[in-house]
């Protein structure tokens, strides 16, 4: 079914991935973080300051799922509620579509912050799997928070957000998904040197300041 959905997308932009494929590989750095951790609020400064285009993996399930006619909105509702992490084939090929839709649009606009993912060793193998040697991962973006601090933020975020998992229950699940499928993603890309690792408990101009240095020193 999922195969069927990318299938359809496909076809609607024949000639744009035909384009697209001419152009470099996207340019990718993951931003990984628990929630709460300042993921989005450091994303839109960095596009502010750099070329670069923030993609959220959350924020484009939340789309789909609120699109009307969408095959998996309900699906994807399901999971969010839960705190568990959608099918990976879900997540990736709505991550490829934004960025190909993205560099079709501004050919300049091939550096990509993927916020948010991969979220699991299944994020992680299906983006292998179905991204090797379109994109190049540059390096992830870790913001380092701890757990309190991270559910206070999403507790105070939660006051206007209107989102649905922006409550206790559901933060705590989250924060226990973060920490058994996420955080050993971290360490895999520890064990590889490409992880840059921020304190992202600190104000937002502080923390800000680091991933200035960061990016000023990778390029």
């Not at 960095?46 to 993609?55: A, D, G, K, M, P």
């Not at 309900?74 to 509620?81: C, F, P, R, S």
């Not at 928070?145 to 206070?152: D, K, P, T």
Request: glycine share 8%.
């Amino acid at each position: 079914m999922i195969g069927r959905w990318f299938g359809s997308v496909s076809q609607r932009v024949p000639s744009l991935l035909y384009r697209v494929s001419l152009m470099m590989n996207p340019q990718v750095v993951f931003v990984l973080g628990g929630p709460g951790a300042g993921k989005g609020t450091q994303c839109c400064k960095i596009v502010e300051s750099y070329n670069y285009t923030h993609l959220s993996a959350g924020d484009l399930l939340r789309e789909e799922r609120a699109r009307e006619g969408s095959e998996f909105g309900q699906l994807i509702a399901n999971y969010i509620k839960e705190g568990k992490i959608v099918p990976v084939n879900i997540t990736i090929n709505l991550l490829k579509k934004a960025m190909l839709e993205t560099m079709e649009k501004d050919e300049k606009k091939f550096r990509f912050l993927i916020d948010g993912f991969p979220r699991n060793e299944d994020n992680l193998q299906g983006w292998n799997t179905v991204m090797d040697g379109k994109a190049d991962v540059k390096f992830v973006l870790f913001f380092d928070c701890g757990n309190e601090v991270c559910i206070n933020r999403c507790l105070e975020r939660g006051k206007s957000s209107g989102r649905s998992d922006d409550n206790r229950e559901s933060l705590e699940k989250r924060i226990q998904t973060y920490l058994q499928s996420t955080r050993p993603i971290i360490e895999l890309y520890e064990k590889l040197g490409k992880v840059r690792t921020i304190d992202a408990s600190r104000s937002v101009d502080e923390v800000f300041a680091d991933v200035k240095a960061v990016l000023d020193k990778e390029g």
